[in-house]
């Protein structure tokens, strides 16, 4: 057995500090070392205690959450896992926390809720294994093609999957889609409340329409639909005129939505008129619908290890056979456009 995953714990509320330690300790592979309840206290405690895992709330005294993390990726790159109330104001400082570089997220707990923290164990204990360089190289500023002059969009669809990491591998494959993209559907592990505020972002950021999906929306060319976190699954669905589906199912592979109820449709609906894509994050969700989107017909690919945050579920599919290429995630946003365009003689 490994050593066990040690984590500092970071929040401004004694009790929530308490709280999320006593969740962490119920595992005996996460040994919780300590706690800190503002920025200053906690950059001690990294010197002193030298974490493995920092947990971080985003609204503290002194310096925000957002702030100190800034300074953690500046200054001493480590593994930091977000913890969030669930709401628009929460969800829009999270997301902008994974851009900085934080880890994953998850959301603080709602009355009643029967699961407190969701999967924050399994994801501290996936963030002590990385052996990813947290060290974030400075980005140069997003040059958005409103238009690419020689690309001309066939008849495919693009599904794309993703888990931890995925905020930024998604923005980084959509920032090279022009505005006349495929229709293109996506589903990221998020916790609820927080797609509404991520499809918004990725909006500003990216020359594509960018919605959270609605059932019976149509898939349109220069549209991407993200699957809304939380109560159903995405599916596409009707062949002469492709529209999203929110389905009422129960959690696949532990997630609702699931990228495999995804990848599953799209194979039985699209069949070689798809692109399949996975992306980086923890677990298998989604290998098993990549190989039945690849024995459709349909061309597939998986982000490669060294530019995952956590090379799981690329790594399941890769192993299944359901991968056709790996890439580096900044080579995928264009090849999933060589894939997509219309051949000179007529559409695909």
């Known amino acids: 057995m490994s050593a066990p995953a040690r984590v500092l714990v970071v929040d401004d509320s004694p009790t929530m ?3 999320i330690s006593a969740v962490l300790s119920s595992d005996p592979e996460v040994d919780v070392i300590g706690q800190a309840g503002d920025a200053l206290e906690a950059r001690e405690a990294i010197k002193r205690l030298n974490p493995d895992v920092v947990t971080l709330d ?32 929460g969800a829009e400082a999270t997301l902008a926390a994974l851009e900085i570089g934080a880890f994953d997220c998850v959301g603080k707990p ?8 969701g999967d924050l ?9 990385t052996q990813r360089n947290f060290a974030k190289p400075a980005m140069p500023a997003a040059v958005i093609p409103t238009a690419v002059a020689d690309f001309r969009v066939g008849r495919k669809i693009v599904a794309i999957g993703s888990s931890t990491g995925g905020v930024e ?28 505020s991520f499809s918004e972002r990725l909006n500003r950021l990216c020359a594509p329409v960018v919605e959270e999906a609605t059932d019976g929306a149509r898939l349109e060319i220069g549209k991407v639909y993200l699957a809304p976190g939380g109560e159903r699954h995405l599916q596409v669905s009707n062949a002469s005129a492709p529209c999203c589906r929110l389905v009422e199912r129960a959690p696949v592979n532990g997630h ?3 990228v495999d ?29 990549l190989l039945k989107m690849r024995h459709a017909g349909a061309r597939t690919l998986g982000q490669n290890e060294k530019t995952c945050v956590v090379y799981g ?12 290429q790996q890439l580096p995630l900044t080579a995928i946003g264009e090849e999933i456009l060589k894939m997509t365009a219309a051949r000179k003689e007529g559409t695909e």
Do not use: W
């Open 17 to 19: 500090r308490g709280l």
């Open 58 to 89: 985003i609204e503290m005294p002194n310096m925000n959450g957002l702030e100190f993390l800034e300074k953690i990726m500046r200054l001493r790159p480590m593994p930091v896992i977000m913890v969030s109330t669930m709401t628009h104001r």
């Open 110 to 117: 709602q009355p009643g809720e029967p699961r407190p923290f």
């Open 121 to 129: 164990i399994e994801k501290v204990k996936a963030a002590a294994r």
């Open 169 to 196: 591998a998604l923005i980084a494959v959509l920032q090279k889609f022009p505005a006349n993209c495929p229709p293109t559907v996506i589903t990221q592990h998020m916790p609820p409340t927080f797609t509404k």
């Open 256 to 258: 609702r939505p699931s």
């Open 261 to 289: 109820v995804l990848f599953d449709s799209v194979a039985e609906l699209a069949g070689r008129n798809a692109v399949g894509v996975i992306l980086t994050g923890m677990g298998r969700d989604g290998a098993a619908g």
């Open 313 to 324: 579920m690329p790594r399941v599919a890769y192993e299944l056979g359901a991968v056709e």
